[in-house]
């Protein structure tokens, strides 16, 4: 059997990182299957357009289609994980082994995100999408309890950027909101889909007082943000990556200067542009994903990163693994990652943890109970 999942990395997880609570804030659920399973719902649900037939092999095939450069195509790889969730056990299946994947990863606690309106294909209805995905993570977290590992999971719906759903995916957020469904996102191609087409989901979001995240800063750089934060209201940035776009280093502008330098500026050195002084200032939680970012072009490599630069600058900084499968990645990867290429510390990933734990958008009493309960508690015994 070649299953892969993410309780057993071909790549060695930092020892003390495997054992830290971990908070994970962006990650897809149609981005974060098992090889195996892939392969299997394809079978029983007829999908025959897989491009391997063996599960090293198609797991490698999702890692290195996802490796182009571009975002764009890097999206064009989820049309074979969303073919196979099509029904409501397949949705139920893979929204289970994510949770128990994450908890062996350490996760505490997770937002996970999908987009509904991708899985009508079979006449299901919208309804019957978050129904199925709620069951399978309400069952995710009944094993992991049986493992001894406890986990709570919250799904955000997701509308497509380039679709028109977002009103209705919004309306679909507010009325399952006591069931789990803690937020709202758009994604997918972000050049030439600014957020502000959505405008009509958001303000009704904002009416609602509901929460919300855009993808913006990933693939389209400062206007994106700029419309996300001010025009749209969002609470937090998916990637955020290019608010580095308005910084600059010795009165150089940041993108410049970085393509000609192999090293990360010292930060006395930097200085922040109106858009990422507002952006520090008002403490808006940026989900970084280090692996996907220079997957898709958006960093040159992990040691590169801007991550730890918006880090030292005391941004609020959080870290995630954006698509598992297509990344081959997992959160303690992302964050040995950082402590082995960026030199980053435990304390460093204490503090994004706590970070992302105080983005999240479940109740403010909540969030405070995990802090004190299990993240301080489980650094601390780390050491
Ligand atoms: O990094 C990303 N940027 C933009 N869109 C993404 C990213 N990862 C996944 N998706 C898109 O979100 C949909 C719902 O989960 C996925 O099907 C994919 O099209
Ligand atoms: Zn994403």
């Known amino acids: ?30 981005g974060g299957l098992r090889p195996a399973t892939v392969l299997e ?62 908890a062996r990863d350490g996760v505490a606690y997770a937002e996970i995100r999908y987009a509904p309106e991708l899985h009508l294909e079979r006449d299901l209805t919208l309804e019957e999408v978050v129904e199925a995905v709620n069951e399978g993570f309400r ?16 799904a955000l719906l997701t509308a497509m950027r380039h679709a028109a759903m977002s009103r209705e995916i919004a309306e679909l957020a507010v009325r399952y909101r006591e069931q789990e469904v803690s937020g709202f996102d758009i994604a997918g191609a972000e050049a030439g889909y600014p957020p502000t087409r959505h405008l009509d989901a958001f303000q009704y979001l904002a009416r609602e007082n509901a929460h919300f995240t855009i993808h913006a800063g990933e693939a389209f750089g400062l206007p994106s943000i700029q419309e996300a934060l001010t025009w749209c209201g969002a609470d937090r940035l998916g990637h955020g990556v290019r608010i580095v776009d308005d ?37 808006v939680p940026l989900e970084m994903c280090p692996s996907s970012n220079v997957q898709t072009g958006a960093s ?23 698509n598992r499968l297509m990344s081959d990645t997992s959160m303690g990867k ?12 435990m304390t460093d990933l204490r503090w994004v943890t706590i970070n992302a734990m105080k983005s999240a958008f479940i109740a403010f009493d909540q969030r405070l109970a995990l802090i004190d309960e299990v993240i301080k508690p489980g650094y601390a015994e780390l050491t």
């Open 1 to 30: 059997m070649t299953s892969r999942d993410s309780s057993s990395p071909a790549y060695d997880v930092d020892p003390q990182v495997a054992r830290a609570p971990k908070v994970l804030l962006h990650e897809h659920l149609d």
């Open 139 to 154: 069952e995710g977290e009944a094993l992991a309890r049986e493992e001894g590992r406890r986990i709570r999971v919250t």
């Open 334 to 345: 992302e964050m040995t990652l950082l402590v082995r290429d960026a030199g980053w510390t």
């Open 300 to 322: 040159a490599s992990i040691a590169l990163h801007p991550i730890t630069l918006l880090k030292d600058l005391r941004f609020r900084v959080t870290v995630n693994t954006d």
């Open 247 to 283: 910084l600059t280093v010795d009165g150089i502008a940041y993108p410049q200067w970085a393509a000609e330098h192999d090293q990360l500026p010292d930060v006395r050195d930097v200085r922040l542009g109106l858009l990422a002084a507002y952006v520090r200032d008002k403490r």
């Open 41 to 102: 719902l394809a079978r029983e649900t007829g999908y025959d357009a897989l491009p391997a037939d063996d599960a090293t092999d198609l797991g490698r095939w999702f890692r290195e289609s996802a490796d182009s450069g571009s975002l764009v195509r890097y999206l064009e790889t989820f049309a074979h994980t969303v073919g196979v969730m099509q029904t409501p056990d397949a949705l139920r299946r893979v929204a289970r082994e994510e949770v128990l994947d994450l």
